[in-house]
């Protein structure tokens, strides 16, 4: 049988990255009683980052579990209340909010969705061993360390094409694998990649294998020219995978106004289109998607919640 609601919390935090976490500490701080649920990756992909070198503070670079893991210590401190579970459904039409975790019903005047957004992969066996050790979705977070190497960008939209022409900054070559004969990407991105002499296209080929172990990282690829029928090994240190990301937002469809791709659609800052909703972090953020940013979006929704709390009480008086 269901279980019956449990207490309503002032503030409830859907998501453990840096969007959720940062959102966790202000409202903690803020005296809002928040509750955080979080996945079965606490911490979300940062943990799957081995170091993190573009995040303020660290001119060392930090592990991404070591930083996720002190900045839960921080939520806590102050007061942060966490809970483990996949969240199955939510109602938003009506305050109080309600999120369910299977059978158990969480209430909360203010809800913070974090819930972030997952890179496609290619489905290849070694890629998420690999993640981190020579594969990466992220050019920004892990160009820098490509200096005078070799790498390849999966991939032919927008996204690619950035990821391909930022990498050059670094990388002496950036060969581009695409498995059509055509690029989907924007005209001015096109252009600016095809005129780069660093960067040269491998048409209509897919990448069959990524080459390497733990321990050596990523030696190279295996790429299948689809017309000709061909395998080739292409060295190379890094491969980025870049064709998209999937917003984790599948449970908030038919409630919360999104983009055609899925992402939350917040107004100006980070008010989703039900007063008392925010969203934080990269399940609103399909541009940056930066540990940083998340963590400043997370501060303005736990803000905002504040607020938004506070003229509750006064409507109340």
Known sequence: MPQACKAIRETLILGSGPAGLTAAIYAARGRCCPLLIHGQQPGGQLTTTTVIDNFPGFPEGVDGTALMDRMQEQAERFGTDFVEGEVTRVELAKRPFKVWLGDECYQCQTLIIATGASPRMLGLPNEWELYGR????????????????????????????????????????????????????????????????????????????????????????????????????????????????????????????????????????????IPGVFAAGDVQDAHFRQAITAAGSGCMAAILAERYLEGLDDQEE
Request: proline fraction near 4%; charge should be negative; glycine fraction near 10%.
């Open 134 to 273: 020579g594969v990466s979705v992220c050019a920004t977070c892990d160009g820098f360390f490509y200096k005078g190497k070799k790498v390849v960008v999966v991939g032919g939209g927008d996204t690619a094409m950035e990821e391909a022409s930022f990498l050059t900054r670094f990388a002496d070559h950036v060969t581009v694998v695409h498995r059509r004969d055509t690029l989907r990407a924007s005209p001015p991105l096109e252009k600016r990649a095809r005129e780069n002499k660093k960067i040269t296209f491998r048409w209509e080929t897919v990448v069959t294998e990524i080459l390497g172990d733990k321990q050596s990282g990523v030696t190279g690829v295996r790429v299948l020219h689809h017309p000709s029928g061909e395998e080739e090994e292409i060295p190379c240190d890094g491969v980025f995978i870049a064709i998209g990301h999937t917003p984790n937002t599948k449970i908030f469809k038919g409630q919360l106004e999104m983009d055609p791709e899925g992402y939350l659609i917040t107004r100006g800052n980070c008010e989703t289109n």
